[in-house]
């Protein structure tokens, strides 16, 4: 029942692509990752996935289409949908995620920065 | 799939403690409200609920203290713990909110500004 400061809580985090935890709610968590350059396609196959962008420009690449979410925007990623976040020109993007506990890092795929566990912080 | 502005959504929002459904991730839903004053004292039973200050101070009054949560901060409240948001000075404070479908919104009592039904936008 603590105010947390997300800044502050980013200040914390040095990698990209590592998402740390911050808080839970019921099943769900609260995550906070740094993003930079292209991530891995994959998808939940069970579980909705949240982004909030706190700063920078998202890349939200489907197979089909890419959305593009900026600061102050979230978008869901419905389950079983295929997805590979991305962002351009080198820049580093401040993204906080709400999903069940549940939900693996990289979904049906395993890639060298597949994260099996989310530091709390 | 598409990006949600948050501050366009609350450009549709004029009524103050009235949270309006923006989005849903599994079984939570992702809810904008303006606060402005003092609601109601109360407690949910089986629900977390997570709220992010996006603008303003919001104070969080618990019965042995009060939690200020400034813009860029987030709270959760654990189920069962009784609270009464509150603004100062008249201010009137945009929060985001994330909690299951099932949380009652003045868990249990009733007030005058219960709301049973979260339009849609």
New interface residues.
Partial sequence: ???????EKYSLISETWHPHQ?????D?H?LLARLKGEFVWHAHEE????FQVLQGTLY?Q?RDRT????E????????G?EHCPATKDGEEVLVML???QSTAHTGNVLDARTQTEYPKI
């Fill in positions: 029942m603590i105010a947390i400061n997300l800044m911050i808080a839970r709610v019921d769900m609260v579980e909705d996935e949240l939200m489907f959305e593009v979410v900026r102050g925007e979230i978008i869901v990623v419905p389950r949908i709400f999903e069940k």
